[in-house]
């Protein structure tokens, strides 16, 4: 189910849409039950005012996470996952653009798959079940200022430019993510073609150890790093990533 989240009369609402309804839960009963029934509380889907789909606490970014990427960038694949956080700020959705700072002269895109955390998250074990916790799945783009990455010695900086983290419009909450198509294309030019079944971590695996180092909230969000491929972006191209399963993302590039 594509799960949104928007705005109706100030107040902020989770919510999946059927036959030009929205169904709303509140924010804080973040939830995949659904009533679709006709007594449900449904609104015209003209009334409301669409968000980006999450709000997180912090963007856990996980780095070379498949192994042709690594390679092409001149790194090893690390024996634990490299983590690193991206500033919720760089935060937009489906249709904005992504703007190109004035400080890079190689910002390059990444195709993610996106994990949206439902429930808190601390210190799982191999007894826990990790997609316990996963509300759902999310099209990402991990934008990164390649020049400025290599660069610094922390990837701070050329990860969390405003506009630097584009997400799909909704979240996709039924889907089996062991082997699904990660595929990004520049002005409709595939340049990454991947598949989830190539990551070094798997799924499972990257939320149970992120959980072993940090406590992850609802919403929270989980980029898990992106296949070979990545291109510099310029001034009036359009980037798309897509994931079996989820759908696309679509961000016009600007100055
Ligand atoms: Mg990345």
Excluded: W
């Excluded at 660069?151 to 799909?168: L, M, Y």
């Excluded at 798997?202 to 149970?208: A, K, N």
């Amino acid at each position: 189910m594509r799960i949104y989240r928007f705005l109706h009369e100030n107040k902020e609402y989770f919510g999946a849409i059927k036959e030009g309804r929205v169904y709303p839960f509140p924010k804080s009963e973040i939830s995949k039950d659904f009533d679709f029934s006709p007594s449900a509380q449904n609104l015209d889907i003209v009334c409301v005012n669409f968000l980006s789909p999450v709000s997180p606490s912090k963007i856990v970014c996980v780095g070379r996470n498949y192994a042709e990427h690594a390679a092409e960038l001149g790194n090893e694949v690390p024996k634990t996952p490299l983590l690193f956080l991206k500033a919720p700020s760089a935060l937009i959705t489906d249709g904005d653009s992504i703007i190109i700072p004035e400080q890079s002269r190689q910002v390059e895109h990444e195709g993610e798959l996106g994990i949206v955390i439902s429930r808190e998250c601390r210190k799982l074990t191999e007894n826990d079940d990790p997609f316990d916790f996963v509300f759902g799945y999310i099209c990402l783009n991990d934008v990164t200022a390649r020049d400025l990455q290599r660069q610094d010695v922390q990837f701070t900086r050329a990860k969390s430019f405003d506009t630097f983290c584009p997400v799909g419009a909704f979240i996709e909450t039924d889907l089996d993510v062991s082997d699904l198509l990660v595929q990004t294309r520049v002005n409709g030019v595939i340049k990454q073609d991947g598949r989830t079944s190539q990551m070094v971590f798997p799924v499972d695996f990257l939320i149970r150890y992120i959980s072993n180092q940090m406590t992850l909230y609802p919403g929270d969000l989980i980029a898990t790093g992106t296949p070979s491929g990545v291109s510099k972006l310029n001034e009036g191209d359009v980037c798309e990533v897509e994931i079996e399963g989820i759908g696309i993302l679509s961000n016009p590039v600007s100055k």
